[in-house]
């Protein structure tokens, strides 16, 4: 069960494997774009060319896909970056539902553990297999693979890191389950652990546009790492000339601004950077509003500051 690229690589490795896959479950149909032409989910167009059965529920309780779920008899449920399963869903196989997740859990429950992990500045992130239960991403632990996160690495950058080593991690997990050789691990035992986690586990919640906008009052530091965080999608983004300014990637320059925050220095060729509370922003990959995504050269030779 899965919908976007992430979900993609679980599902090639399963097969690669030579795990039986007996359906494909992913989001309906939609129509988007200017022209709203209709759009499949990547895992659909990848059972499609594996000559896999796909099924693609609008609800997830309709009586007509639950009796399709159980004619399939599937002994296991994986589930990547796909929707919140109702327990008449994830209870129904013998072995379970397995849920893979892009955070170290328990830290980083919710829909963007990615973004949420750059923009908190943290200098590793992970998978995690766990079996599902009714609240969201809080089942046993089964395993984990961690991944470091360099200093200027984007979300988009880690996504693609940690996508791997997801499905490579989906496999030993689908394996292990086979064989009956794993271990269950709560999460609440892992928060008391003596000396493993003093404090509250991290969220991360579904970020929106309003999460976006760049506050120049913030350090230097954490302004950039919410914009590596948000790159490629959704993008920090802030008014600049009365245009909205999408910033994918950047550069932190510690020091005395002399500026107010949101005020900007330019030498109208090489360079744009905006001052923050202790130092400056320098933009190098930007789209303004109506325009292509651009590097800062050609931005500023098209655009009279």
């Not at 679980?10 to 200017?34: F, Q, W, Y």
């Not at 239960?133 to 690495?153: H, P, R």
């Not at 586990?201 to 302004?223: G, L, R, S, T, Y």
């Amino acid at each position: 069960m899965g919908t976007p690229e992430f979900a993609v690589a679980s599902l090639d490795a399963l097969i690669n494997s030579g795990a039986e896959i007996v359906a494909v479950v992913t989001a309906p149909d939609k129509p988007s774009g200017r022209g709203q032409k209709v759009n499949e989910s990547a895992v659909k167009k990848y059972a499609a060319l594996h000559g896999l059965r796909t099924l693609q529920p609008v609800k997830l309780k309709d009586p007509l896909f639950l009796d399709d779920l159980r004619t399939l008899k599937a002994d296991l449920q994986v589930v990547v970056a796909f929707r919140m399963l109702p327990e008449v869903v994830w209870n129904m196989p013998p072995k379970g539902t397995i849920n893979l997740h892009a955070s170290l859990l328990p830290d980083y429950r919710g829909a963007a553990p990615i973004n949420w992990a750059i923009i908190n500045g943290e200098e590793k992130s992970g998978v995690s297999t766990f079996f599902l239960q009714q609240e969201i991403d809080t089942g046993n632990i089964l395993f984990q693979d961690t991944v470091a996160i360099s200093e200027d690495e984007t979300a988009g950058e880690l996504h693609d890191k940690l996508m791997v080593a997801g499905a490579s991690l989906l496999v030993k997990t689908v394996k292990a389950i086979d064989e009956g050789n794993y271990e269950e691990v709560s999460q609440e035992e892992i928060i008391n652990r003596e000396g493993a986690l003093s404090r509250q586990a991290k969220h991360a919640p579904k970020i929106f546009k309003e999460d976006c906008v760049i506050n120049w009052d913030q350090p230097a530091k954490q302004v950039f790492n919410m914009i590596r965080g948000l790159s490629p999608y959704p993008a920090a983004y802030t008014l600049f000339k009365d245009k909205t300014l999408k910033i994918f990637k950047a550069t932190a320059e510690p020091g005395i601004p002399g500026l107010a925050p949101g005020e900007y220095l330019s030498d109208s060729r090489t360079f744009l950077k905006f001052a923050c509370k202790d130092g400056f922003i320098a933009v190098t990959d930007i789209q303004i509003e109506g325009k292509k995504r651009m590097g800062i050269d050609e931005f500023l030779r098209g655009f009279r500051l």
